[in-house]
């Protein structure tokens, strides 16, 4: 994948692009946000538009959440014929996953820059990642959408 297509967000720029096999060790106490997008170059359909991003997420520990992710994405692909597993784990292993993460920089809330992460990604593309199940908490749901 061309690194640009994961730098959607104008508030700033990730802070690495890495792919999700790669060694994480750096990231091992570090909170942050990531967006995972297909490595193989594929594109998905989204109402305004099409993007490689297929999920963005959060966490305390970034090293520890993405060889998570990795780990579940190895057994999708291995074992998709027995299981069945999570929309992100099958689209990692059905199109590779590539990773840009930010990290969290001092007195900043997660959740406040997911949820900016995800609005930025509807505003532009009119839908949220396609592997992502929830609206953020701190994100004003749309219309229609229903809060039970």
């Given amino acids: 994948m061309r690194d640009f297509n994961l730098r959607f967000y104008s508030k700033r720029w990730p802070d690495e692009i890495l792919e999700l096999k790669s060694n ?10 990531y967006v995972l997008g297909s490595s193989d170059g594929t594109n998905f359909i ?12 959060l966490s305390e520990t970034l090293r ?3 060889k998570s992710h990795g780990k579940w994405i190895r057994r999708a692909t291995e074992e998709h ?20 993460i930010y990290k969290k920089r001092t007195n900043q809330s997660l959740s406040k820059l997911e949820s900016s992460l995800i ?13 992502n199940r929830a609206w953020p908490k701190l994100m004003k749901k749309p219309l229609g959408v229903d809060l039970v």
Avoid: M
């Fill in 24 to 33: 994480l060790d750096h990231y091992k106490k570090k909170p942050g946000c």
């Fill in 46 to 57: 989204y109402p305004w538009g099409s993007s490689p991003i297929f999920y963005i997420g």
């Fill in 64 to 66: 520890g959440r993405l």
């Fill in 81 to 100: 014929h027995k299981f069945h597993f999570a929309p992100l784990h099958q689209y990692g292993a059905s199109f590779g996953a590539d990773a840009a």
């Fill in 119 to 131: 609005t930025e990604f509807y505003n532009i593309y009119g839908s949220i990642p396609v592997a």
